[in-house]
């Protein structure tokens, strides 16, 4: 496996080095933090370093193995970033969570529908049933910012997130529901899609609906999808197809990890806690490093 050179010596960040990669990152904010930061980002990084054990080489492997799975699984790579700041959380402790989650939607459809084989729909009924009314995971309005909404452990613990964590868990817990569903990423909005077959199965003519899991797993159809995000539309006679290729493109596992670390970046310089923001912007690094790696090996074999 190859790493390059910095990343023995330890991760310097470079603001032109990822500044190009924000996607719908708000742009206003992210230029807002390389300002705030730009001035004195050289000393900072040099007394702020990934902790030792997730540092270098290592937290690169780490990232390099979970980008490389088999079957994406979000939730892998959101541990992994809390862990950057609180060494204490593991994938067992958040897989434990996330099946008791699962298990209780599993009796509610149970219960609701006896030995019958659930549909889609009814299977995102339970998961929100559940997971925002019985567990009461809600979106953080009033401390939108507040870092811990981007940490999966502590939205698990306080039931309070972001979009793009809460989405996250939404996902991992579809997932153990033999619900797969994907990451949407809209501007400045993450959701969730669901991409229900056409006639006799096929995907042709398939209907795309979305979830939107800060907002209590409201469903949007396309229509209400685009709306959502009018102000991001082009003055142009783009059709709606076009439109969702454009606005609600799937959000690959690599881009739904660069957006919580940038949202890391941005929270945390907006709370003042430079440190932290350094500490997130080398972890982002680290994640291009990987998956550079990741892509090279793949072209190689």
Not at 193 to 210: D, F, H, M, N, P
Request: with cysteine.
């Amino acid at each position: 496996v190859w790493f390059p050179a910095a990343c023995s010596t330890g991760m310097i960040f470079r603001p032109t080095s990822i500044a190009h990669a924000h996607t719908h990152t708000d742009k206003s904010q992210w230029h807002f933090c390389m300002h705030k930061l730009g001035g004195n980002f050289v000393k900072l990084s040099q007394s702020v370093k990934l902790e030792e054990s997730l540092s270098s080489n290592e937290f690169v492997t780490q990232w390099m193995t979970v980008l490389s799975a088999d079957e994406a699984r979000p939730e892998c790579g959101a541990v992994l970033i809390a862990r950057v700041k609180d060494h204490s959380v593991t994938q067992a402790l958040v897989d434990i969570e996330l099946d008791a989650i699962a298990q209780a939607a599993r009796d509610e459809l149970k219960q609701a529908l006896s030995d019958k084989a659930p549909t889609d729909e009814q299977i995102v009924q339970a998961l929100n049933k559940v997971l925002f009314e019985k567990v009461g995971i809600e979106g953080d309005r009033l401390d939108y910012y507040n870092p811990m909404n981007s940490y999966i452990h502590q939205v698990l613990k306080r039931k309070r997130g972001n979009p793009i964590t809460i989405s996250v868990i939404y996902m991992a817990v579809a997932w153990r529901l033999g619900l797969e569903l994907t990451g949407v990423n809209s501007p400045r909005h993450f959701l969730v899609q669901i991409r229900t077959k056409g006639r006799e199965g096929s995907l042709s003519g398939a209907v795309y609906q979305y979830i939107d899991p800060f907002n209590g797993g409201k469903l949007l159809s396309l229509e209400e999808a685009l709306d959502k995000f009018s102000m991001d539309i082009p003055d142009d006679d783009s059709s709606p197809e076009q439109l969702r290729r454009s606005l609600l493109s799937p959000a690959p596992a690599l881009k739904i990890y660069s957006r919580m670390l940038r949202n890391l970046v941005i929270a945390n310089t907006l709370k003042g806690l430079e440190d932290d923001a350094v500490l997130f912007s080398e972890a982002l690094e680290a994640l291009e490093i990987a998956a550079q790696n990741v892509a090279s090996e793949e072209l190689s074999q």
